[in-house]
């Protein structure tokens, strides 16, 4: 990119961004997830990645983050297969603690694409933008001639 492309991005950046002083962990999170919030928006404001209208994402993220750090705690306290006591007797179980860690995963491979918390999200943000063909203003008597 030349120069000129370059500070037109950034301004162009620039004037998309909002203040980040609304960047707080909402109310509604617990301890352990509000730590989680502070802990990505301090990383990523050394990028200046994310805005006001950031918070409910980063905090969805925080949440499941910490489900999947649970769901993993309970999968190795338990095991990938549980006993289930039914009218049958006793059976072997998938651990419900894996359908939610994997759902957790999910969630949270949204979020960080959206956040950029990837090198290769964030890199797919910074992506310039596709320079529009030049058109040579004199093709159009060469048109006319064929």
């Given at each position: 990119?030349?120069?000129?492309?370059?500070?037109?991005?950034?301004?162009?950046?620039?004037?998309?961004?909002?203040?980040?002083?609304?960047?707080?962990?909402?109310?509604?999170?617990?301890?352990?997830?509000?730590?989680?919030?502070?802990?990505?928006?301090?990383?990523?404001?050394?990028?200046?990645l994310?805005?006001?209208?950031?918070?409910?994402?980063?905090?969805?993220?925080?949440?499941?983050?910490?489900?999947?750090?649970?769901?993993?705690?309970?999968?190795?306290?338990e095991?990938?297969?549980?006993?289930?006591?039914?009218?049958?007797?006793?059976?072997?179980?998938?651990?419900?603690?894996?359908?939610?860690?994997?759902?957790?995963?999910?969630?949270?491979?949204?979020?960080?694409?959206?956040?950029?918390?990837?090198?290769?999200?964030?890199?797919?943000?910074?992506?310039?933008?596709?320079?529009?063909?030049?058109?040579?203003?004199?093709?159009?008597?060469?048109?006319?001639?064929?």
């Amino acid at each position: 990119m030349s120069r000129a492309d370059r500070q037109k991005r950034q301004q162009e950046e620039e004037a998309l961004k909002l203040g980040r002083e609304k960047l707080v962990p909402p109310d509604w999170l617990s301890p352990a997830a509000a730590a989680e919030f502070v802990r990505v928006v301090d990383e990523a404001g050394k990028l200046g990645l994310w805005d006001n209208l950031d918070v409910d994402c980063v905090a969805v993220y925080a949440t499941a983050y910490v489900g999947y750090k649970e769901a993993t705690a309970a999968l190795a306290r338990e095991g990938a297969v549980i006993e289930r006591e039914t009218r049958e007797g006793t059976m072997r179980v998938i651990n419900p603690a894996f359908k939610m860690q994997v759902a957790y995963v999910k969630q949270i491979m949204t979020c960080s694409t959206k956040l950029g918390l990837c090198l290769t999200d964030r890199l797919k943000v910074a992506q310039p933008k596709k320079k529009e063909e030049k058109v040579n203003k004199f093709m159009k008597f060469f048109e006319d001639s064929y």
